[in-house]
Each structure stands twice: as structure tokens, then as C-alpha cells.
């Protein structure tokens, strides 16, 4: 049996129960960071449920814990996507102009077409959503009032400034948000499902 590479909250993402969890190994998938800079095979690490909450096991099943900054099913990390939001939503570039700029940029092309950016702002409505539904933060409580430019506009600058004050040394930015609603909406996850962060 493999040793765990990390602690996994002492609970199994799947079932709830406890040392359920066991590492198996890891997986590699593309992601491109908040600078463009791109990784061929970023490793992820896989485990094992064992249905240690009395279900019956039938087969097992297993679960993959990205990273905070990764989004599930998206080789662009959560703060590339933020800051494709800012620059269109925040200050005015056309999508347009942003594809063009991305396809010339120094690290080479970045295939981003203009149907995965209008997937990236699904994604962070569908975040909002998830947000104001859970109430733990009241001062975005407002944007259930804007117009859809303008809760991503308003969203992406709460997540860039956002500080959580959680962890030993404060954290800011949309990671730092992710962690911070994970911890106090009682583990729910505002970019993803237990099953794909931790």
C-alpha cells in the first residue's frame, strides 16, 4: 500500500468515511498558468475509495484531488481564466483582441478560442450562483442586482482582492477564495466538487 503524499482531510472525497482513502498514483494532464507558461504533463494525484461508510462495495471507485488553482476538466488554471475575465469584463478588451494577444504571446500559442472563453464565464456565473446561495460572504449579496457583464466584472475583482485570513499567513486571490468558501460553508467547493479538489 502506497503512503498518502499528503493529508487528505482524514476523510474519504467520496464516502465521508474515514482513512478511507487510499493513494494510487498519479495522472498527468496539460494546464496553462496565469502567465501562459504551458506544462505538458502536471501530475495529479489519484486515490482509491473503499466504501468505508458501511456501502457496499461493488467496485471500487476512484477520485482525483486538483490543486486550487486548477479547474476540473480545463487545462487553464483558475487565475489564467480570472484574468481573461478581467482584461474583457474589467477593462474593456474584446475577446478578440485578447485571443489575438494570447495566440502572439511569447510562450507561444495558446489555443483559447472564443467558445472555451464563453465557457470560462459560464463557469464563473455558475460560480457566483454557488456563492450567493451559500450567504457566507453578505458584501456580494449585490450582485444579485447587476447585469451579467457586471457580476463578472464585480466577482473578478472580490476574487483578485480577496484575502483569507484562515490559514497561518494570510492568502489573496481567487485561490485564496476558493479555500476560504471551502472552509466556511462547511466543505462545500466554489470551483469544483469534493471529489475534484482538496
Known sequence: ????????????????????????????????????????????????????????????????????????????????????????????TSVKRLLDYLAASEEGYIDLSGSSFYRFRTYILQC??????AGVYHEAEALFQLPEAQRIKVFVGFAEEFICHKTEYPIRGPCALGYDFYLTSGGYFLFGTPSQHR
Not at 457566483?128 to 446561495?133: E, F, S
Open 128 to 133: 457566483i450562483d454557488k456563492m450567493l446561495a
Open 1 to 92: 500500500m502506497l503512503h498518502l503524499p499528503y493529508d487528505v482531510a482524514g476523510r474519504c472525497a467520496l464516502c465521508g468515511a474515514e482513512d478511507c482513502a487510499e493513494f494510487i498514483g498519479w495522472y498527468h494532464r496539460e494546464v496553462i498558468d496565469e502567465d501562459g507558461t504551458y506544462f505538458k504533463a502536471f501530475p495529479i494525484a489519484r486515490f482509491e475509495c473503499h466504501r468505508k461508510n458501511g456501502a457496499p462495495v461493488v467496485n471500487h471507485r476512484t477520485f482525483s484531488l486538483l490543486p486550487y488553482q486548477l479547474v476540473p476538466y480545463v487545462k487553464y488554471s483558475l487565475p489564467f481564466i480570472i484574468k481573461g475575465l478581467t482584461l474583457v469584463f474589467g477593462e474593456g
